[in-house]
């Protein structure tokens, strides 16, 4: 099974970027689409981006659109998500997930693998 690791989260200002990084600790021969997920207190789970490796494909929420950059680098296995102008609503608990599947990429529920997340704090 593949098991992952995420960091790089923190407390910034609105305005600041952070990169947050997840490594696959096994081999990920079988995952089609590496995402990031996100989950507010008292809110639902949501898909921020995706990389589908086949293609080298990538999608974003609409919400960070334009702000956020997801990457990776095989060599490594590590993908990562770039975060840039955060806003306060970006607060949250973010999630690098694994997926057999490629084209339920914006499901929480279609990814096999979750790492234990990293708090992103953004204040005004």
């Known amino acids: 099974q593949v098991q992952l690791v995420e960091s790089g989260g923190g407390l910034v200002q609105a305005g600041d970027s952070l990169r947050l990084s997840c490594a696959a600790s096994a081999r990920t021969f079988s995952v089609y689409v590496m995402g990031w997920l996100r989950q507010a207190p008292g809110k639902e789970r949501e898909f921020v981006a995706a990389?589908?490796?086949?293609?080298?494909?990538?999608y974003y929420a609409d919400s960070v659109k334009g702000r956020f950059i997801i990457s990776g680098d095989n060599a490594k296995n590590t993908v990562y998500l770039q975060m840039n102008s955060l806003k306060p609503e970006d607060t949250a608990v973010y999630y690098c997930?694994?997926?057999?599947?490629?084209?339920?990429?914006?499901?929480?529920?279609?990814?096999?693998?979750w790492g234990q997340g990293t708090q992103v704090t953004v204040s005004s």
């Open positions: 997930a694994a997926s057999r599947r490629g084209n339920t990429y914006y499901d929480p529920g279609s990814y096999a693998y």
């Open positions: 990389w589908r490796w086949n293609g080298d494909r990538t």
